[in-house]
């Protein structure tokens, strides 16, 4: 009878130990987020949505100023780094963890985990090398390859750990009944790991979302929309994360304001793909 009260007494001082600890993790965060949304929600309107910045005296002079072009840039400049990462990543995890035995594995080891160390600043400085520099100008396609390069090795480790999760005898099963190794990884193994591959995708579209600093080097900014969809992908285009450090550092109040609605949209733009991501790959119980 001790011995049975002996381990409720542990297993609620366990409870109440990891829902405190719950609570310290989570305090930080909704600390931030009530912070931002106080400090922003007042910038939130239909021209935040419809017009452009703009110039400082736009803002200045009451005039209707918005993000419009800057929430459209984050969707092109992102949908284009997940166009890049994300088949080289998927590619990069398959065959780190299905072809273990393959020459180039040590290499490919060594410079993802070199990439993924690599500071976002100097990732950014490579795509102006690959990109910008070659083309003579910024644009949304340097801007979307700096952020694959952040997303690349995240992907690629993620993808890697995922794979491996799944038991060999189903490997093992699929080629048994006569299935080529394409097809048994194409078929079998990646759809029975997709909740883990949906998250590692996640966690590094997340990542290189938040990033402003290789931007600055490749997509650069714009207060203004672009006329044509072309324009959009080889012009300069405006970013959350880059538009929202802009207007922090501004000497315009104005802009201020402008600032921590971005740092909403920003938040609110990774939290609604968390959301879709997972509703759409959750598994469905009958």
Not at 28 to 37: E, K, M, Q, R, S
Not at 61 to 72: A, E, K, N, Y
């Amino acid at each position: 009878m001790k011995s049975l009260k002996k381990r409720y007494l542990r297993d609620n001082l366990m409870k109440v130990f990891l829902v405190g600890n719950t609570i310290v993790v989570l305090t930080p965060l909704i600390i931030i987020l009530l912070y931002v949304f106080i400090q922003g929600i007042g910038a939130i309107n239909i021209d935040l949505f419809t017009q452009e910045l703009g110039s400082p005296s736009r803002a200045m002079t009451g005039r209707p100023t918005g993000l419009v072009h800057t929430i459209i840039g984050t969707f092109v400049v992102d949908i284009l780094a997940l166009i890049i990462a994300v088949p080289f990543g998927l590619g990069a995890g398959i065959m780190l963890s299905e072809y273990p035995d393959n020459k180039l594995n040590p290499i490919m080891r060594v410079m993802n985990d070199t990439l993924n160390g690599m500071p976002a600043v100097l990732k950014g400085l490579l795509a102006w090398a690959l990109v910008v520099k070659p083309m003579g100008s910024f644009s949304g396609l340097s801007g979307g390859v700096a952020l694959a390069f952040v997303m690349l090795p995240i992907i690629a480790r993620s993808t890697e750990s995922s794979l491996m999760n799944i038991p060999w005898s189903i490997r093992e099963a699929g080629l048994a009944i006569g299935l080529p190794r394409w097809r048994v990884i194409m078929s079998i193994v990646i759809p029975a790991s997709k909740s883990g591959l949906a998250t590692g995708l996640l966690i590094a579209f997340a990542r290189a979302a938040g990033e402003a600093a290789p931007l600055m080097f490749t997509s650069f900014g714009n207060n203004y929309k672009s006329s044509t969809l072309i324009g959009w992908i080889m012009g300069p285009v405006d970013t959350l994360p880059q538009r929202l450090y802009s207007l922090a550092i501004s000497p315009y109040a104005q802009w201020h304001q402008l600032g921590w609605a971005a740092g909403i949209l920003l938040l609110s733009f990774v939290i609604l793909s968390f959301i879709i991501v997972r509703i759409v790959i959750r598994e469905k119980n009958y």
